[in-house]
């Protein structure tokens, strides 16, 4: 690793602003204030030991989740200056207390950077209820302490206190999430396991560790990917029938490195990551696009050259061309910009551009060597556009045979208003219970979807098989805003006819099963849906409790049956409700339909990567994998008895 940066010491950290509206608005700063933005906590202090080691200064990371609910992360860096800064005081603490102060914005510090504009520590501390920063540098070790962001050790004439020495270099950090600010403060370490494994792809000479000490035997694991992305790719499709071999290159341009890993499989729908300077994008942006983009002109380029597209043909669509793809984009960018705080999307046009020029450049050499894979590769295509057009004609006879509005044949019983942002359409199954939901709803702004028995899993099937399936035609032509797959983008959110799509099955196993196929179907034909938040279930109660004085009240799970047994002193009846169709109108209003009763839940993705691999680990076609994470899991899941 190159060490081509200046001396990392106090003069090095930039004050920007102050830290005031952290805490007051947390969501601004790390997304959300669930598990997610509980999860983005320690990704920002690894991110930290992530820049020291694109520096190269840091080969060794320890994250560790800590009995007690805190979470250390340990580096072998250079440590955080704890020199005096011009502001008067520790620079350590001025990172820790003062929002955009960092290395980051001294170029000559990190010439690449991952961490948030240099605002991630300061925001760690300012949503902690305390957090502790140790410091090994020069031969001693400093400490600094703060609680709520709020300094609680003295510095003397400014600088640290000294609490040892050590020859070894690098920062810990130990921190508790606040749970004033925080819905749950118990760290999800599978999302957490992931994100450090998906840092050891990108960075193959850096060694990860993590423990967790919260289980009765610490679980620790080692991450340290030698292969890089190429590795990644191998490990995304391991269970998957290769159509080529893994593709990779790199290359660097104004000051920007590109590397790429791609393969083709044997499936119908694409799966690209982008990366900048190690932060997933998890919407994309112009490094992406970049990549398309060229990548696209190329095939169609070597299809004509090839006279696999004649002159009457029309060009392969992108999709067309990126059909089985699976694909990792990561670049190192000086000036990143992004849209939006959590990084989900790259902004620099400059990245878009020496993207394509480095594909351009890498991959017609790789090709004009590799006549065979070039060809595997057009084969994709010529399928991927195939079935488009067999699609395109299927989805043009279906609109024009169907119309859906308020009937009274089983399908769609439709709202009156045309406003989609009042608009709701419920998805009901079975006859009997959409029949309760079309006497009970509001005919002003709620519509009725009934649907027979359990849809197609659609993680097995062909395409053909789903396009030809009878419930979801009618689920896509009553959504109006159509359908997308790895071949296609016919899907435009513009045109979603219904604000809140909500899936209302019953309260056991079936109805369970009946939601997790349609969010499959949604998940992997109409992604949007779910990640613009349009997407619900329904809680209908699964007891009614009836004492002999006091008000009914309805019981949603059995928790709440328990919970209702300690509170409520006396005898009562309890009904409990075999399924939706067993409720009267009244009672379905009451608590399934009325928005000012009513329980919903938000359907949200919080990690893509992971969504995707668990969907098709327990829809698709393997047994094992399911079996093992049944198992493992078993002692989590809430039996229907």
């Given at each position: 690793m190159a060490h081509n940066v200046k001396a990392y010491d106090a003069s090095s950290i930039?004050?920007?602003e102050g830290l005031e509206a952290v805490r007051k608005r947390p969501g601004m700063y790390i997304g959300s204030v669930s598990t997610k933005g509980l999860n983005h906590l320690v990704y920002e202090i690894v991110d930290n030991a992530v820049d020291e080691h694109i520096a190269g200064f840091c080969t060794l990371i320890k994250v560790t989740l800590e009995a007690d609910g805190s979470a250390t992360i340990e580096d072998n860096g250079r440590g955080i200056p704890v020199g005096m800064h011009e502001k008067g005081i520790s620079?350590?603490?001025?990172?820790?207390?003062?929002?955009?102060?960092?290395?980051?914005?001294d170029d000559s510090a990190y010439k690449t950077s991952g961490g948030l504009h240099g605002v991630g520590s300061s925001v760690v501390n300012a949503l902690s209820a305390y957090l502790v920063v140790k410091v090994k540098i020069d031969g001693l070790v400093y400490e600094d302490r703060y609680e709520r962001g709020i300094p609680s050790i003295d510095l003397v004439n400014g600088l640290l206190p000294v609490v040892g020495k050590s020859r070894d270099t690098g920062t810990t950090v130990n921190f508790l999430p606040d749970n004033m600010i925080f819905d749950k403060t118990r760290f999800r370490e599978e999302d957490i396991k992931s994100r450090l494994h998906e840092t050891a792809y990108l960075n193959p000479l850096l060694k990860i560790i993590f423990k967790d000490n919260r289980q009765d035997v610490p679980e620790v694991i080692e991450y340290h990917e030698p292969e890089g992305i190429t590795g990644f790719i191998k490990?995304?499709?391991?269970?998957?029938e290769a159509v080529c071999d893994i593709i990779s290159f790199c290359g660097e341009s104004e000051g920007i490195t590109v590397e790429v890993a791609f393969q083709y499989v044997n499936e119908f729908h694409e799966n690209i990551l982008g990366f900048c300077n190690n932060i997933y994008n998890s919407e994309g942006g112009t490094h992406l696009t970049g990549f398309k983009t060229t990548f696209t002109n190329i095939i169609n380029s070597y299809a004509r050259e090839l006279s696999i597209l004649k002159d009457k043909d029309a060009n392969f669509t992108g999709a067309d061309v990126r059909n089985g793809m699976t694909a990792v984009i990561s670049i190192k960018h000086p000036d990143p910009r992004f849209e939006g705080q959590t990084k989900t999307k790259l902004d620099n046009q400059d990245a878009a551009k020496i993207v394509g020029k480095v594909t351009n450049e890498e991959i017609t050499r790789y090709f004009d060597r590799n006549l065979e894979t070039l060809k595997n590769v057009i084969s994709c295509a010529e399928k991927a556009a195939k079935i488009r057009k067999t699609e395109e004609k299927a989805r043009t006879n279906m609109l024009t045979k169907q119309k859906f509005s308020f009937d009274s044949n089983g399908k769609l019983a439709n709202c009156e208003s045309k406003d989609m942002a009042k608009c709701e359409l419920f998805i009901v199954e079975g006859d009997s219970a959409g029949g309760s939901a079309k006497t009970a709803r509001n005919r002003h702004y709620q519509a009725i979807l009934p649907i027979r028995g359990k849809i197609?899993?659609?993680e097995k099937a062909s395409i053909d098989k789903v396009l030809a399936n009878a419930e979801i035609k009618t689920m896509i032509n009553a959504f109006g805003c159509g359908f997308s797959e790895g071949y296609g983008n016919d899907f435009d959110i513009a045109k979603l006819r219904y604000n809140?799509?909500?899936?209302?099955a019953d309260a056991d196993v079936d109805g369970a099963h009946i939601s997790t196929l349609l969010l499959t179907l949604f998940y992997r034909f109409m992604p949007?849906?779910?990640?613009?938040?349009?997407?619900y279930l329904a809680m209908p109660p699964l007891y009614k409790a009836m004492p002999s004085k006091g008000e009914e009240e309805y019981l949603f799970d059995d928790k709440a049956l328990e919970k209702y047994r300690k509170r409520h002193k006396g005898p009562f009846t309890l009904q409990r409700f075999k399924g939706l169709g067993e409720m009267d109108a009244d009672q379905l209003w009451e608590t399934t339909l009325d928005p000012e009763t009513r329980m919903l839940k938000l359907v949200e993705i919080e990690d893509a990567r992971m969504a995707s691999e668990v969907t098709e680990m327990l829809m698709g076609t393997l047994v094992p994998p399911r079996k093992a994470f049944i198992y493992k899991n078993a002692n989590e899941a809430e039996l229907d008895i």
């Amino acid at each position: 690793m190159a060490h081509n940066v200046k001396a990392y010491d106090a003069s090095s950290i930039t004050v920007l602003e102050g830290l005031e509206a952290v805490r007051k608005r947390p969501g601004m700063y790390i997304g959300s204030v669930s598990t997610k933005g509980l999860n983005h906590l320690v990704y920002e202090i690894v991110d930290n030991a992530v820049d020291e080691h694109i520096a190269g200064f840091c080969t060794l990371i320890k994250v560790t989740l800590e009995a007690d609910g805190s979470a250390t992360i340990e580096d072998n860096g250079r440590g955080i200056p704890v020199g005096m800064h011009e502001k008067g005081i520790s620079a350590e603490r001025l990172v820790f207390t003062t929002l955009h102060a960092g290395g980051k914005f001294d170029d000559s510090a990190y010439k690449t950077s991952g961490g948030l504009h240099g605002v991630g520590s300061s925001v760690v501390n300012a949503l902690s209820a305390y957090l502790v920063v140790k410091v090994k540098i020069d031969g001693l070790v400093y400490e600094d302490r703060y609680e709520r962001g709020i300094p609680s050790i003295d510095l003397v004439n400014g600088l640290l206190p000294v609490v040892g020495k050590s020859r070894d270099t690098g920062t810990t950090v130990n921190f508790l999430p606040d749970n004033m600010i925080f819905d749950k403060t118990r760290f999800r370490e599978e999302d957490i396991k992931s994100r450090l494994h998906e840092t050891a792809y990108l960075n193959p000479l850096l060694k990860i560790i993590f423990k967790d000490n919260r289980q009765d035997v610490p679980e620790v694991i080692e991450y340290h990917e030698p292969e890089g992305i190429t590795g990644f790719i191998k490990d995304m499709n391991k269970s998957k029938e290769a159509v080529c071999d893994i593709i990779s290159f790199c290359g660097e341009s104004e000051g920007i490195t590109v590397e790429v890993a791609f393969q083709y499989v044997n499936e119908f729908h694409e799966n690209i990551l982008g990366f900048c300077n190690n932060i997933y994008n998890s919407e994309g942006g112009t490094h992406l696009t970049g990549f398309k983009t060229t990548f696209t002109n190329i095939i169609n380029s070597y299809a004509r050259e090839l006279s696999i597209l004649k002159d009457k043909d029309a060009n392969f669509t992108g999709a067309d061309v990126r059909n089985g793809m699976t694909a990792v984009i990561s670049i190192k960018h000086p000036d990143p910009r992004f849209e939006g705080q959590t990084k989900t999307k790259l902004d620099n046009q400059d990245a878009a551009k020496i993207v394509g020029k480095v594909t351009n450049e890498e991959i017609t050499r790789y090709f004009d060597r590799n006549l065979e894979t070039l060809k595997n590769v057009i084969s994709c295509a010529e399928k991927a556009a195939k079935i488009r057009k067999t699609e395109e004609k299927a989805r043009t006879n279906m609109l024009t045979k169907q119309k859906f509005s308020f009937d009274s044949n089983g399908k769609l019983a439709n709202c009156e208003s045309k406003d989609m942002a009042k608009c709701e359409l419920f998805i009901v199954e079975g006859d009997s219970a959409g029949g309760s939901a079309k006497t009970a709803r509001n005919r002003h702004y709620q519509a009725i979807l009934p649907i027979r028995g359990k849809i197609l899993n659609v993680e097995k099937a062909s395409i053909d098989k789903v396009l030809a399936n009878a419930e979801i035609k009618t689920m896509i032509n009553a959504f109006g805003c159509g359908f997308s797959e790895g071949y296609g983008n016919d899907f435009d959110i513009a045109k979603l006819r219904y604000n809140k799509i909500i899936i209302m099955a019953d309260a056991d196993v079936d109805g369970a099963h009946i939601s997790t196929l349609l969010l499959t179907l949604f998940y992997r034909f109409m992604p949007q849906l779910i990640f613009e938040g349009h997407v619900y279930l329904a809680m209908p109660p699964l007891y009614k409790a009836m004492p002999s004085k006091g008000e009914e009240e309805y019981l949603f799970d059995d928790k709440a049956l328990e919970k209702y047994r300690k509170r409520h002193k006396g005898p009562f009846t309890l009904q409990r409700f075999k399924g939706l169709g067993e409720m009267d109108a009244d009672q379905l209003w009451e608590t399934t339909l009325d928005p000012e009763t009513r329980m919903l839940k938000l359907v949200e993705i919080e990690d893509a990567r992971m969504a995707s691999e668990v969907t098709e680990m327990l829809m698709g076609t393997l047994v094992p994998p399911r079996k093992a994470f049944i198992y493992k899991n078993a002692n989590e899941a809430e039996l229907d008895i």
